[in-house]
């Protein structure tokens, strides 16, 4: 099968879609070398760290996701390879059907939170897009019903798959010289999520600030966030400055060694496609206290402690009860492990699979 799918999500440093893609993209060259693959990036050497362009064919891309210019650039290339397939791996699409096409729909965030501009997007060309798609791909039940409630589309194309952790083998880093290299020093919470306002980021920071009226011994928050106005001024009002370390961004193996080593996960987040981050601390033994609103039931489940996001006092109540009782820490971050086992890339990978050779064969 001849298949050209939209990579540009795919960067230096992997996350959302790109995460998702490369994760994908992965299990289709170890289960489908048949499948001649050819990928749309902006940077080629985007797809070198995974060894991508060298096992893929690859198209250099000049509009970027969302430029209107892609609205010519993309079907001119894609008429051109003469394609079987076409995975639109964003909400990044063409307005027409030039080839067979999937679309991946992670979540409605820009149709619920967005500006004028990206709701109009939503309803004309997402919606135009939704109609002519073979197959649609979510990622929870939740976003299938946030689409095909907020879509005119039959609900037999709209495909659920779920993700996964992505566990890290032989991490070349240690403990030791991670936390020395923040300054972290005593145990910690660990929370974070991009400063856009349904990630509630500065929740984590009053969560916090209630914890530390009823646990004396030292204590950190690790808060991985670019900073907003908003969070910024959450920030500057904390009193004891070196109890909160924020963090812009870190790598993927600085980040599992902050997940291994971490007293607490807390992810206060009012709406996610599916909700990584939570899953990824379950599947590192790290107890997880997190939002219970969107799809968060379904990623998180019996693994970890689903909360009202509003209620503080009550994520603080449980925070503090797994850093004072041994045997509740140890509880749930068993439950935590069990329940990640739940989910794999390589599944999401082979689903993902057999919706290409159904589109494929519609009509």
Known sequence: MKIVIDARMILKHLHGIGRYLHEILCVVRKERPDFEITLLTNDPANLEPAGFIKDFQYVKVKSRPFDPNEMVEIPSILKGIKAELYHASSISVPMYEVRPTVITILDLIPCHFGKFIHKAYCRTVLQRAVDYARSIITISEYSRSDVLNYFKCSPDKVHVTYLASNLIENNPLTAEEVLKKYR??????????????????????????????????????????????????????????????????????????????????????????????????????????????????????????????????????????????????????????EWSKRFSWHKCGMETINIYEKSVLKY
């Open 184 to 337: 972290i020093s005593s145990p910690f919470i660990l929370s974070l999520g991009n400063p856009k306002p349904h990630k509630n980021m500065k929740s984590s920071i009053e969560i916090f600030k209630i914890i530390k009226q009823y646990v004396e011994d030292p204590l950190q928050l690790v808060f991985i966030t670019d900073t907003s106005p908003e969070i910024r001024q959450t920030l500057d009002g904390y009193p004891v400055k070196e109890d909160i370390i924020n963090l812009k961004f870190i790598d993927d193996n600085e980040l599992d060694i902050l997940y291994k080593n971490a007293r607490l996960f807390i992810f206060p987040s009012l709406f996610e496609g599916f909700g990584l981050p939570p899953l990824e601390a379950m599947a590192r033994g790290c107890p997880t206290i997190s939002s219970d609103r969107a799809s968060l039931p379904e990623s998180v489940g019996n693994g970890g402690i689903l909360i009202n996001p509003d209620n503080h006092e009550a994520f603080a109540k449980h925070a503090i009860t797994l850093l004072k009782d041994p045997e509740q820490w140890q509880q749930w971050s068993l439950k935590g492990l």
